[in-house]
């Protein structure tokens, strides 16, 4: 793989953002990453996110935004939906039809896929063949470390050919995760080909800021986007008086919000915050659910934390609380439902009184993938192999 000489190096990143605030998040830090390696690269980021407000953004990345699609569970069933009206099929049309005029006008060196390798409703596949036959653009897969548990993953990737789409379109598969944690190849039984193509580089775990001078007896309560978070909120707050903090994620319900400010007026509610670092490093726990980025953020902070994980609509988030408990890092709940004072108390009380020492704990685990991408970025652009 060679990029082209042409100054500035071109980077087109996609993330497809039907539900919450990972896919973008896990983009950002990909972008900063690249800078470092390649500060003149040019890098635009095309997203179907209506988040945007929420982040970060840096000044010398481009944002191309896509009509946004959500992802909805109706009736035990995952459906996407469009947000201004229009039938989603439409939506998709336009996606696909700026995706692909963006690539024949940018023609990108690089061109970062956020874990949908054919984009969401199929809408990257034109796109892809049409970088197949031109020939000049490194195409890389970027994914998390855990995607699903092994019987969902073989299904999705059955229905959508998902082995011949890696095998013969992507260049490069870059797992976002540790090999000797969660070995991804050997979990899912990866053909040969692709597994030759993956590059383990580590967890996105930003730099540790300055520790706080104090910790407040203040418990963190964190849900990502806040999709799906109003009901676990809601069974903490219900079940304990200690003093919360909560940070609700800018996708709860209007409805939602309103009931908690209501029924508990003591708490301290924020919908979302730019620097939630701070927040989780001052307070004595943390509770939350285990998305990708949550986890990266309690390796950062290196807090005590009870990990409540999504089991629904599938167990990502409950396979890496599982391997993770495994090694001592968190304590962690199954089902939330069966949740009350007495076991609430219990669990916090283990997380906080653990005498492991919880920073060797997370030292052994790789967590320099910001680093280990800018490298990998660094050699790409010179054309020097990454194997």
């Given at each position: 793989m060679t990029a082209s000489s042409k100054q500035p190096i071109k980077v087109l990143m996609y993330t497809h953002d039907t539900m919450g605030m990972g896919h973008i998040t896990r983009a950002l830090k990909m972008i900063r990453a690249i800078k470092t390696a390649e500060n003149s690269a040019s890098i635009t980021l095309i997203t179907g996110s209506n988040t945007l407000s929420c982040h970060n953004i840096p000044e010398t990345a481009d944002v191309i935004k896509i009509p946004t699609v959500r992802l909805e569970h109706v009736a035990g069933t995952q459906v996407n939906k469009s947000v201004n009206g229009l039938p989603v099929s439409m939506v998709f049309k336009i996606r696909e039809g700026i995706l692909l005029e963006t690539i024949k006008n940018l023609k990108p060196d690089f061109f970062f896929v956020d874990f949908s390798a054919l984009g969401e409703g199929n809408e990257l596949?034109?796109?892809?063949?049409?970088?197949?036959?031109?020939?000049?653009?490194?195409?890389?897969?970027?994914?998390?470390?855990?995607?699903?548990?092994?019987?969902?993953?073989?299904?999705?990737?059955?229905?959508?050919?998902?082995?011949?789409?890696?095998?013969?379109?992507?260049?490069?598969?870059?797992?976002?995760?540790?090999?000797?944690?969660?070995?991804?190849?050997?979990?899912?039984?990866?053909?040969?080909?692709?597994?030759?193509?993956?590059?383990?580089?580590?967890?996105?775990?930003?730099?540790?800021?300055?520790?706080?001078?104090?910790?407040?007896?203040r418990i963190l309560i964190c849900v990502g986007g806040g999709t799906d978070g109003f009901r676990l909120i809601d069974k903490i707050l219900s079940s304990s008086g200690r003093d919360f903090i909560v940070v609700t994620g800018p996708y709860i319900s209007a409805k939602d919000f309103e009931h908690l400010r209501k029924n508990y007026p003591a708490v301290r509610l924020i919908r979302d915050t730019k620097d939630l670092y701070s927040i989780m490093t001052e307070s004595s726990c943390v509770i939350s659910m285990l998305g990708y980025n949550t986890f990266c953020e309690l390796l950062q902070c290196k807090v005590p934390a009870v990990i409540m994980p999504r089991v629904f609509p599938d167990k990502e988030q409950l396979l890496r609380a599982q391997v993770f408990h495994k090694q001592g890092l968190f304590e962690y709940i199954e089902d939330i439902q069966a949740l009350d004072r007495e076991s609430l108390e219990a669990l916090i009380s283990r997380a906080i009184n653990n005498t492991r020492d919880r920073a060797s704990m997370i030292s052994a685990i790789d967590t320099e993938g910001i680093r280990k991408f800018s490298d990998f970025f660094g050699k790409a652009v010179h054309g020097i192999a990454t194997e």
């Open positions: 596949i034109k796109s892809l063949l049409y970088l197949k036959q031109s020939g000049k653009t490194i195409v890389c897969l970027a994914l998390r470390d855990i995607l699903w548990d092994k019987e969902t993953l073989q299904k999705k990737w059955q229905s959508k050919n998902y082995t011949m789409v890696l095998e013969t379109l992507y260049d490069k598969i870059l797992v976002f995760g540790d090999k000797s944690v969660f070995d991804m190849a050997q979990e899912y039984g990866f053909s040969e080909t692709i597994s030759g193509k993956m590059v383990y580089l580590g967890y996105l775990v930003d730099a540790t800021g300055k520790p706080p001078e104090k910790k407040n007896d």
